[in-house]
């Protein structure tokens, strides 16, 4: 049952069917986080991939890092705090790259970041060519406040999947919930099902 | 950073019927929902609102919830959101100005369990407010203090950031709360003129709780609080905020570039940045580009590139204390720093500028290249207000 609001008409854009339900188009880039922006010394930063055994399976610093192969990409981002914004220029390392060769049974992923903020993903949902470990944004470096020098960048989900001043990769067996899923943001979080909160 | 168990079942969309509303400030208006099977929050969480058009369009936006928890315990469940009209939003002009008594939204929540007071926590609250970044700070304050004429429950500071005194939301509520021992209430005007001005600096020294009961000018004297003119600064945490041994429970809500503004003031005093909790909200405009510019020592203000002039705020250091002796002025000299300008002024209200790298010296100023060694320090720097502002949502 839906309440009509009256006297609301909205301002409605032609749906061109890029825009998911309940979110907005936005023009800026707004940022969203828990706590004060870390810094990031990329002097000493470093990138891991842990096995579910427990394992550092792939080890970069930052030189290794933005000498791995890397690619240009254009994507729609979407916030679960309604905002969403279309054609971002992002350059990084695709999370097949990274994955590759990783020997693993696990199903899950708790991404890890400088700072001591989480969220969890499905493995498979870093893999086929959806997921980028990002350090450029509009062909400059990424700034700390967006998660610079590197953030995890998953667009096929609501962006706080998209972990900022991304530091690890833990491989789980398991599900385990990351921070803002552990305060009642949802598991998934597919924006196109509107999964914003647990039970959605 | 560790979560708190506070994992909701599914949060359903409530039908709330708005029972009474006022203004707050020209542009700030608070609504009371009467919201049939509200199941309570917690101070400082936010609902979703939803509207719908006729034609079955729907818009949605988040907004803090105002009132404390204890107003939606047994019997009828009262909401109360404070909503900032922003001229060009889709949602907010009609929460501010077309909604009237007996009108219908449906909203759910309560959502986030991280920018919350406990209060069994017994820790000083120290609370930052940049514009409407005030409204879910007012819940904690209403919580912390349910009677305004009697001292809250912990002792309370409030540092509260807004263009000018017709902006300031709650005015009349803070005024009579502040009269309570154990509430220091602390304004910072960016756009106001001073009443008087003998002097120039951009702060004044008599900030602080220790001015209050003289008052600070009529000003003042209206709101009870201790004003300074111009963005908070490190002069204005020295006087106004807690003392890093006092080791409060922080809680910074506004524009993005606020918050950074005042989270790095607070860790660079001292302040455990572990204990810091932010919520922002806004656009920053497009994502910065960085520009380089070259800082004179014993300056406070630099040329950019791109012909802005920036203005220093002063130096904060990153990391632990203790830092080195040059970094605990601002008046110190800087040397050098390599500055994230953005394109378009961050809105609203708040043009910080972040600093990708700086390098405290007394030397000649030089433009870094590439240094790896940064990370030493960081130079909070604002933007000289420009008229031209956009604001989203």
Redesign the interface.
């Given at each position: 049952m839906?309440?009509?609001?009256?006297?609301?008409?909205?301002?409605?854009r032609p749906d061109d069917g890029r825009l998911p339900p309940?979110q907005?188009l936005?023009?800026?880039?707004?940022?969203?986080?828990?706590?004060?922006?870390?810094?990031?010394?990329?002097?000493r930063w470093k990138f891991t991939i842990t096995t579910e055994d427990g394992t550092t399976a792939r080890r970069w610093d930052w030189s290794e890092f933005k000498a791995l192969p890397a690619e240009r990409l254009t994507k729609d981002i979407h916030c679960v705090?309604?905002?969403s914004k279309f054609d971002t220029d992002w350059r990084g390392v695709s999370c097949d790259v990274l994955l590759d060769g990783v020997d693993t049974t696990a199903e899950y992923v708790m991404a890890r970041s400088y700072?001591?903020?989480t969220t969890n993903l499905p493995l498979a949902d870093l893999r086929g060519g959806r997921a980028w470990v990002a350090y450029e944004?509009?062909g400059?470096?990424l700034?700390?406040?967006?998660g610079g020098p590197a953030r995890l960048l998953v667009p096929h989900l609501y962006f706080w999947k998209s972990a900022k001043w991304v530091t690890s990769l833990d491989l789980m067996t398991r599900d385990s919930?990351g921070?803002?899923e552990?305060?009642?943001y949802h598991d998934y979080g597919d924006p196109w099902r509107e999964q914003?909160?647990?039970?959605? | 950073m560790t979560a708190q168990p506070a994992a909701p079942g599914r949060l359903s969309w409530h039908v709330a019927t708005l029972t009474g509303a006022r203004w707050e400030s020209a542009t700030a208006r608070t609504l009371t929902l009467d919201v049939p099977g509200w199941p309570g929050h917690l101070a400082g969480q936010h609902v979703d609102v939803k509207l719908t058009a006729e034609d079955g369009y729907t818009a949605q936006r988040s907004y803090s919830i105002a009132s404390a928890p204890d107003s939606t315990g047994p019997g009828p469940a009262v909401l109360e959101l404070t909503v900032q009209r922003l001229a060009d939003g889709e949602v907010s002009p009609y929460l501010t100005d077309v909604l009237e008594p007996g009108d219908q939204v449906e909203l759910r929540g309560p959502i986030g369990g991280w920018f919350v007071w406990d209060p069994s926590l017994e820790s000083p609250l120290q609370l930052i407010a940049g514009g409407s970044g005030i409204v879910p700070l007012m819940a904690m304050i209403r919580a912390a203090q349910p009677h305004a004429g009697q001292p809250p429950a912990v002792p309370l500071r409030l540092v509260y950031s807004a263009r000018t005194l017709a902006d300031v939301i709650y005015s009349g509520d803070l005024a009579q709360r502040a009269r309570a021992a154990r509430f220091s209430l602390s304004y910072a005007l960016t756009r106001a003129q001073r009443p008087a001005a003998p002097t120039s600096p951009s702060v004044e020294t008599s900030v602080g709780p220790s001015a209050r009961a003289a008052g600070n000018g009529p000003d003042a004297i209206a709101l009870r609080g201790s004003v300074t003119y111009g963005r908070i600064s490190s002069d204005v945490v020295a006087a106004a905020a807690w003392e890093p041994q006092v080791k409060p429970a922080i809680f910074i809500c506004g524009p993005s570039g606020f918050v950074d503004a005042a989270a790095d003031l607070l860790i660079a005093a001292g302040h455990d940045p572990a204990a810091i909790k932010t919520e922002r909200f806004g656009a920053t405009g497009q994502l910065p580009a960085f520009r380089r510019v070259a800082v004179v020592p014993g300056s406070r203000s630099a040329r950019a590139k791109s012909g802005q002039r920036v203005t220093l705020a002063g130096i904060v250091p990153r990391g632990r204390p203790p830092y080195p002796r040059a970094a605990r002025s601002a008046r110190q000299p800087i040397g050098q720093a390599e500055l994230c300008l953005p394109r378009l002024p961050p809105a609203p209200g708040y043009p910080s500028v972040a600093v990708a790298s700086t390098r405290l010296s007394r030397g000649k100023p030089q433009l870094l290249a590439g240094s790896r060694s940064v990370a030493r320090g960081t130079a909070l720097l604002g933007l000289a207000p420009r008229r031209r502002r956009r604001c989203w949502r």
């Open positions: 839906s309440v009509i609001s009256r006297g609301f008409s909205g301002r409605r309940g907005y936005e023009r800026g880039f707004p940022v969203l986080q828990a706590t004060p922006t870390p810094a990031v010394d990329t002097g705090t309604k905002w700072g001591g903020y944004y509009d400059a470096p700034p700390p406040d967006h919930r921070f803002w552990e305060l009642g914003r909160y647990q039970g959605d | -």
